[in-house]
T-cell receptor, first 118, second 110 residues
């Protein structure tokens, strides 16, 4: 188990281009989360999956953003027609969810993908 | 999401004990309190979690009073490598999402 892996670590793109990030969670984790973090701020929730089902999306996730988790394993986050305001660190995390009454002992985060839109 | 209030920054010296207090007045009955640590260019790392009273692990202690409206993360004998941002979060037992806030930037000096 090598933890949560994110690829690429850094991405520079021109405004208007599409970008896609990949996240590989810890293999036995059934929940996967995407967060966005801008400089000096804490991470902000974007969306999460339980297995392959996307259960919640934040209002921050505009229609230019789409996330998938086919087969309940890795996930991709795509941003279409990037804007300079999309520049941020995109963090992926995973966790193991047992049942409704069981505490979830926190997430394991990846190291993130830093996106710079020029 | 229950929101939290923490000091923006704190300074300390190597070898000292550091206590970071977090206020969470609107914590719900089923909410747990979790603390994360984040170094630059890395994702946050889980430190400790608790529901009430005191929890201790090999890294830190977490003190939660009976009313649970605040909590204190205690880091014993800090070193330079503890310089990081520390986030206090409260969330439901199933933790589908967290509100991170801006965290507390701890600066440990030699």
């Amino acid at each position: 188990d090598t933890g949560v892996s994110q690829d690429p670590r850094h991405k520079i793109t021109k405004r208007g281009q599409n970008v896609t990030f990949r996240c590989d969670p810890i293999s036995e984790h059934n929940r996967l989360y995407w967060y966005r973090q801008t400089l000096g701020q804490g991470p902000e929730f974007l969306t999460y999956f339980q297995n392959e089902a996307q259960l919640e999306k934040s209002r921050l996730l505009s229609d230019r953003f789409s996330a998938e988790r086919p087969k309940g394993s890795f996930s991709t986050l795509e941003i279409q027609r990037t804007e300079q305001g999309d520049s941020a660190m995109y963090l992926c995390a995973s966790s193991r969810y047992y049942r409704k009454t069981s505490p979830n002992y926190g997430y394991t985060f990846g190291s993130g993908t830093r996106l710079t839109v020029v | 999401l229950a929101k939290t209030t923490q000091p923006i920054s704190m300074d300390s010296y190597e070898g000292q004990e550091v206590n970071i207090t977090c206020s969470h007045n609107n914590i719900a009955t089923n909410d747990y309190i979790t603390w994360y640590q984040q170094f630059p260019s890395q994702g946050p790392r889980f430190i400790i979690q608790g529901y009430k009273t005191k929890v201790t692990n090999e890294v830190a202690s977490l003190f939660i009073p009976a009313d649970r409206k605040s909590s204190t993360l205690s880091l014993p004998r800090v070193s330079l490598s503890d310089t990081a941002v520390y986030y206090c979060l409260v969330g439901l037992y199933n933790f589908n999402k967290f509100y991170f806030g801006s965290g507390t930037k701890l600066n440990v000096k030699p």
